[in-house]
């Protein structure tokens, strides 16, 4: 099993940065992928960004359309951490942020992943 747990949820005005962070542990070898997803009230949960790696340390990178230019995926190895930098929030940024593990090639598409965190809220105030 891979444990997952957010964190660096928050409130922030329309405009500003936040870092959201994803913390693996357990049987991480397991997992060659680290989704961002996120879900806003009374909608379906959306993908938000990934990051695959490959065992001689290459990286595949996507992000939705809504994001791109904004938002940056990063993987810190040695700590078992992917990050979601967030500049230039906008309102509609609002969610429980999510992230997951697996091993998928299928980025977007939640039902691959096999580890889910617990979330953690970004609230963009305008």
């Known amino acids: 099993q891979v444990q997952l747990v957010e964190s660096g949820g928050g409130l922030v005005q329309a405009g500003g ?3 959201v962070s994803c913390v693996a542990s357990g049987r991480t ?3 060659s992928i680290v989704g961002w997803f996120r879900q806003a009230p009374g ?9 695959r ?3 001689v340390g290459v990286y595949y990178i996507d992000y ?3 994001v791109k230019g904004r938002f940056t995926i990063s993987r810190d190895n040695a700590k078992n951490t992917v990050y979601l930098q967030m500049n230039s929030l906008k309102p ?3 969610a429980v942020y999510y992230c997951a593990a697996g091993s ?3 980025y977007s598409d939640m039902t691959r992943y096999s580890f889910w965190g617990q979330g ?3 609230t963009v105030s305008s």
């Open 17 to 19: 940065s936040l870092r």
């Open 29 to 31: 070898f397991t997992t």
């Open 43 to 51: 909608k379906e949960r959306e993908f938000v960004a990934a990051i």
């Open 53 to 55: 790696w490959t065992r």
């Open 64 to 66: 939705a359309e809504s």
């Open 92 to 94: 509609e940024d609002t």
């Open 104 to 106: 998928t090639v299928s």
């Open 120 to 122: 953690t809220q970004v």
